[in-house]
């Protein structure tokens, strides 16, 4: 389990960026993490993975207090793929970036080949194992982040607005790579601004308001519950907004959804 107990960050010029907060992520979850622009979203991401330390509070792993880790030495545990993942790209090749952390962890060789064909297989890289990395476009770029992540056989996997500026069908298909991953129990923590994604695919959302936790629980709860979407920086979404109207309907968190149950009424 990671958990951020009573954490409180600045970036050192006094004004808090987040305050108390106290989060348990639990292995096997897929959550989302929303909140207004500036909030502290990818602090909270930066936090867990050892890129800035808490000014006060804890962050934890398994029990053990981890402030001073490093992110290489978290990277064994925790996979993070950046807004812009060509950041994090330093290899050739497609197969030299991915192969490069299983290395780093001293696998054998012939394990090490195994993780990163496996890696490459699930994440549909196979046929750009020999590409250059910059060369690739953003969806793919992600996948390769995520792939160098699933070859290290990491636990956790934390993605900074994955979808962001992606057209719809690499949207999707990044969303099925994850649920996937999630199903097989990779743990997953994506920072999102998109409502679709937080009430189809995420099991449970966190929202970040006024430097602290603002909401903890599932997309149903939020989408149906809260009064202050607007004020934390979140809108329903239309989907929920339909079946919400329609008398007697059921909760539906796509559009896929809600016409399937239109349609048997
Ligand atoms: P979000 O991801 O929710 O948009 P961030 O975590 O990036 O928010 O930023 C939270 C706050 O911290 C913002 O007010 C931002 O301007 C500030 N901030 C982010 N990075 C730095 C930095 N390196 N130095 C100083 N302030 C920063």
Redesign the pocket.
């Known amino acids: 389990m990671l958990e951020m107990r009573d954490v409180s960050f600045d ?3 006094g ?1 808090p ?1 987040l305050e108390h907060i106290n989060v348990q992520i639990e292995e096997g979850e897929f959550i989302g993490l929303g ?10 991401t ?1 936090l867990l993975m050892g890129l800035e330390k808490p000014a006060a509070g804890d962050i934890m792993y398994n029990g053990k207090v981890i402030n001073h880790e490093e992110a290489a030495v978290r990277s064994h545990f925790m996979g993070y793929v950046f807004q812009r993942p060509e950041r994090q790209m330093f290899r050739p090749t497609v197969q030299a970036e991915v192969a490069y952390g299983p290395q780093q962890l001293g696998m054998s060789r012939a394990d090490a080949d195994d993780a990163v064909r496996e890696a490459l297989e699930s994440t549909d890289l196979t046929s750009l194992a020999d590409a250059y990395p910059p060369n690739l476009n953003r969806g793919e770029k992600q996948r390769v982040a995520i792939a160098s992540a699933i070859a290290m056989h990491t636990q956790y996997i934390i993605l ?1 607005e994955p979808t962001s500026g992606q057209d719809s069908a690499d949207k999707q298909m990044l969303m099925e790579l994850l649920t996937a991953l999630n199903q097989k129990g990779m743990t997953i923590l994506l ?1 999102t601004h998109d409502m679709d994604i937080l009430a189809q695919y995420c099991k449970r959302v966190l929202v ?1 308001g006024n430097h602290t936790k603002a909401f903890d629980g599932t997309p149903e709860e939020l989408f149906t519950q809260r009064e202050d979407l607007y004020g934390l920086g979140l809108s329903r979404p239309e989907a929920v907004t339909l079946s919400l109207a329609v008398p007697g309907m059921k909760y539906c968190c796509s559009m896929k959804e809600f016409t399937a149950e239109i349609l048997t009424k």
């Open positions: 970036y050192g010029s004004v960026v909140g207004r622009n500036g909030c502290g979203k990818t602090t909270v930066r900074d920072i970040i």
